[in-house]
């Protein structure tokens, strides 16, 4: 190539052994197919170094150097030359059953539980085989990066991270295997190894998560029973919409970064880490690292069922809930006159099209402001939902009366065998208004309601919360049929000891032609009145 050609280690070295003004120093690993090696520099750049570009950087490792030395370099912008640096390539083994679709891999190794015991292993067994490699991983498709890239000179002893799809801890490497043998058990965490994040016009796409469908209400048990391929996958049981969303990218780096993550607020999908799932026992919250960042979609809103059973404030209270702006987006539908409250439920969830329902009751003028996007959380097991309600009587705000979100099997499932159908299911309050219970519209109406509430509150005692609520109902205020309110909460205290609560006697409460004989023969009430 040159007239006088020799292999250096430095350019101190090379000009010692230099015989002209200038000398040129070249990389092997670039290409210089129609390189115009006569160049000279100008007079009033010749005390410069003159450095030529690469395709990927400003300095490709070939210079024009003066013999005598120089002040500075003079980086030229023009031509760029074709250079690599690393033509080996590792393959990482995520057994997510793609590996091998890397074109001239020389080896393959498994993922190692982090990526940074993995890459110590692969450099101390690669040794002094080769310099510079590139790590790949089977998760990723390659079919359009580019090996060519190569890093600065200055930047050689640095691991270089390609990102993945969006994700800056991305699983492709570029190592400098001496160095990264050598320092990389220093640092305890891989994200504290001198690291260079390429930019992200070159991150490397993520092949496709498996999706696991099913009709499942809660992805527990899908979760904990699977065995899929990959360190990741998403669960779907149907419910979230929106098209050409694009999941986000989980960091593989270690296990804190593999989190679970909901891609809505009602985790309708979730992607979740393979492991995740020896830890998971009755929800996914059992896995301590769930990312909530990321609701790219929208769950199926739920329906709406009005249940009423002659209350006087029906209609008006199913105009103010049909007004709402929020609500009309939710299917609305109506249950009347079912004898019996666990007939009524029976008789809502048979008409509700999805997993989970709002059941709002006759009785319930629904806040304006209640935000009926509200999901449930498919990361916990099913289970109902209880809103709070303020009473119009006692000033007392809590679960009585209020909106429940009832999940639509475990109503069906539930013949009705405790003193509270709601209670008898798996079941969570929510600390959210769902509006005020205005059962004081009538005397028949306010005794039955405080006789069926304060029987299930000293059923369920000793509970410091039930007795202060007790206590409330008997106060009398200035409201309509206050005084009802109490007669009905001091008859189911009565009827309480009368009985002994014997759990047969108290269900009765349960029916409405029972409760009707019950006022009548202790206040003489009718069902008119």
């Known amino acids: 190539m040159f007239a006088h050609e020799q292999q250096v280690e430095s350019v101190e070295q090379a000009q010692q052994q230099s015989r002209t003004r200038f000398f040129w120093m070249v990389l092997y690993l670039v290409d210089y197919t129609g390189f115009d090696f006569l160049y000279e520099p100008p007079p009033w750049q010749a005390h410069q170094r003159h450095a030529w570009p690469s395709q990927w950087q400003e300095d490709s490792g070939t210079y024009l150097v003066p013999t005598v030395g120089y002040i500075d370099t003079n980086y030229h912008a023009a031509p760029k030359l074709n250079s690599t640096l690393a033509t080996a390539k590792y393959e990482i083994d995520h057994l997510d059953g793609a590996a091998g679709q890397i074109p001239g891999v020389a080896r393959r190794i498994r993922y190692f539980d982090n990526y940074r015991d993995t890459l110590i292993r692969l450099a101390k067994s690669i040794g002094t085989e080769h310099e510079f490699v590139w790590v790949c991983s089977s998760i990723c498709d390659y079919t359009n990066f580019d090996f060519s890239w190569h890093p600065s000179h200055w930047q050689y002893n640095l691991l270089h991270v390609f990102a993945s799809d969006e994700q800056k801890f991305g699983d492709t490497f570029f190592m400098h295997v001496p160095s990264f043998a050598a320092k990389a058990e220093t640092v305890e965490l891989l994200d504290w190894y001198d690291c260079n994040f390429v930019e992200s016009c070159l991150s490397v796409p993520r092949r496709p998560m498996p999706i696991v469908q099913h009709d499942q209400d809660s992805h527990t048990d899908v979760v904990r029973t699977s065995d899929f391929a990959g360190p990741l996958a998403i669960f779907s049981n149907g419910q979230s919409t929106s098209r050409g969303y694009r999941p986000p990218t989980v960091s593989l780096w270690r296990e804190q970064t593999k989190t679970i993550v909901p891609l809505s607020p009602g985790a309708g999908s979730v992607i979740?880490?393979?492991?995740?799932?020896?830890?998971?026992?009755?929800?996914?919250?059992?896995?301590?690292?769930?990312?909530?960042?990321?609701?790219?979609?929208?769950?199926?809103?739920?329906?709406?069922?009005?249940?009423?059973?002659?209350?006087?404030?029906?209609?008006?209270?199913?105009?103010?809930?049909?007004?709402?702006?929020?609500?009309?987006?939710?299917?609305?539908?109506?249950?009347?006159?079912?004898?019996?409250?666990?007939?009524?439920?029976?008789?809502?969830?048979?008409?509700?099209?999805?997993?989970?329902?709002?059941?709002?009751?006759?009785?319930?003028?629904?806040?304006?402001?209640?935000?009926?996007t509200w999901q449930p959380d498919r990361m916990q097991q099913a289970k109902h939902y209880i809103f709070h309600a303020k009473n119009p009587c006692n000033g007392l705000e809590y679960g009585h009366q209020a909106m429940i979100a009832y999940n639509r099997q475990l109503v069906l499932d539930n013949p009705g065998v405790g003193l509270d159908f709601t209670l008898d299911s798996p079941h969570e309050v929510v600390p959210i208004l769902s509006g005020m219970a205005r059962y004081n519209t009538s005397s028949w109406q306010t005794w039955r309601t405080a006789f069926r509430e304060v029987l299930k509150l000293k059923a369920s005692l000793p509970d410091v919360e039930n007795e202060y609520r007790i206590t409330q109902w008997l106060k009398s205020t200035s409201s309509a049929y206050s005084h009802m309110s109490v007669a009905g909460a001091e008859d189911a205290l009565e009827y309480y000891d009368q009985v002994a609560g014997d759990f047969n006697q108290l269900k009765k409460s349960y029916e409405w032609n029972w409760l009707a004989s019950y006022a009548f023969f202790k206040r003489n009430l009718t069902t008119n009145q």
């Open 272 to 372: 979740v880490p393979r492991t995740a799932i020896p830890y998971i026992k009755t929800q996914l919250y059992d896995y301590p690292y769930i990312d909530k960042t990321h609701h790219i979609r929208q769950d199926q809103r739920l329906d709406i069922v009005f249940i009423q059973n002659g209350e006087p404030n029906a209609a008006q209270n199913f105009k103010r809930l049909s007004l709402s702006s929020s609500a009309k987006e939710n299917r609305l539908v109506e249950v009347n006159n079912i004898n019996g409250r666990a007939a009524a439920y029976h008789a809502a969830a048979r008409v509700s099209t999805t997993p989970w329902f709002f059941a709002v009751f006759a009785k319930l003028e629904v806040d304006v402001d209640f935000d009926w």
